[in-house]
C-alpha cells in the first residue's frame, strides 16, 4: 500500500532497494573516475623536461623541500652507475668501471629546475626529469628519473643513464619501414659515494621487461655536510 502524508496530500513512494543500490555505485564510480591531476612543467626545451607529477608513494614526502642548486649539483655529481654483470661476465672480463651518472653540463641543467621543483611540489608529488640529446653517430641518448624528499632521505630513482636508441626512420622516403625499435643499453647498477651516507638500495621494474629502475635513498643532509660543496651553480646576483 502506498503511503499518502495528510499535510502534504502528495504521494511518497519508497525507494526501491535496487535503485538505491544503483544510486550507490553511481556515485562510486564518480568518484573513482576523477581525473588525476595532469603533471606540472617546471622547464621544457627540446626533449629535456622536468616536471612535477603524482607521486604513488607521496605519504612518506616531505614537500616542499628547501635545496639549493648548489646542494643538488653536488649531490647528483656523487651518483656512480656501472654496467650489472653475471658471475661468468665478471670472470672473464672483471667488474665494469664505474661511471658518473650525470655529467658536469647535465648537473648545469638540472641542478637549478631541481631545485625550482622540490619547493613548489606537494606532498603528493615527485619531481620527474627526462634529458634527451642527439649523439655523432646520430643516436639518441637519454637519461631519465625522479627525485623527491622524504624526511632525512634524498631518494633519486634512475631508469635510464645515457641510455643509447637507434635513430627513427626517415620519414622522407617513400618506402617506409617499421620503426626501429629503440635499444636499451645494458642493465646497470647505482649507488651514492661516499657509500657510507647511502641509507638504502632499491631495484625494481617490469617482470620479463628490459625496464628498470634504481632507487638510491640518500642521507643528504649528513652528506651535504661532509663532502665538498659543488661549486657554480648559484644564480648571480
Known amino acids: 500500500m502506498t503511503r499518502v502524508t495528510p499535510t502534504a496530500g502528495r504521494i511518497h513512494p519508497r525507494p526501491s532497494t535496487g535503485l538505491l543500490l544503483l544510486v550507490g555505485l553511481a556515485l562510486i564510480a564518480g568518484c573513482a573516475s576523477q581525473p588525476v591531476s595532469a603533471p606540472k612543467a617546471i622547464y621544457q626545451s627540446g626533449l629535456n623536461t622536468i616536471q612535477l607529477e603524482n607521486d604513488p608513494d607521496s605519504s612518506a614526502n616531505s614537500h616542499p623541500a628547501t635545496l639549493t642548486p648548489t646542494e ?12 650489472r654483470r653475471n658471475v661468468i661476465h665478471r ?7 664505474r661511471t658518473r651518472a650525470f655529467r658536469d653540463e647535465e648537473i648545469m641543467l638540472l641542478a637549478p629546475h631541481l631545485a625550482k621543483g622540490l619547493a613548489q611540489a606537494t606532498a603528493a608529488q615527485r619531481v620527474r626529469f627526462h634529458l634527451s640529446h642527439a649523439t655523432d653517430q646520430g643516436e639518441e641518448e637519454t637519461t631519465a628519473g625522479w627525485l623527491s624528499i622524504r624526511g632525512r632521505l634524498l631518494v633519486l630513482a634512475l631508469s635510464e643513464v645515457h641510455d643509447r636508441h637507434s635513430p ?7 618506402d617506409r619501414q617499421m620503426p626501429n625499435v629503440p635499444e636499451r643499453s645494458a642493465a646497470f647498477d647505482a649507488t651514492f659515494e661516499p657509500e657510507e651516507y647511502l641509507a638504502a638500495v632499491r631495484s625494481g621494474g617490469q617482470l620479463f621487461a628490459p625496464d628498470q629502475q634504481e632507487e638510491l635513498q640518500i642521507k643528504y643532509r649528513e652528506a651535504l655536510a661532509a663532502m665538498p660543496i659543488y661549486p ?3 644564480p648571480r646576483r
Do not use: H, M
Request: proline share 3%; no cysteine; charged share 30%.
Open 72 to 83: 643538488i649539483g653536488t649531490l647528483l655529481r656523487n651518483v656512480r652507475v656501472w654496467e
Open 91 to 97: 670472470l672473464f672480463s672483471g667488474d665494469a668501471d
Open 168 to 174: 627513427g626512420p626517415d620519414i622522407s622516403k617513400y
Open 232 to 234: 657554480g651553480l648559484e
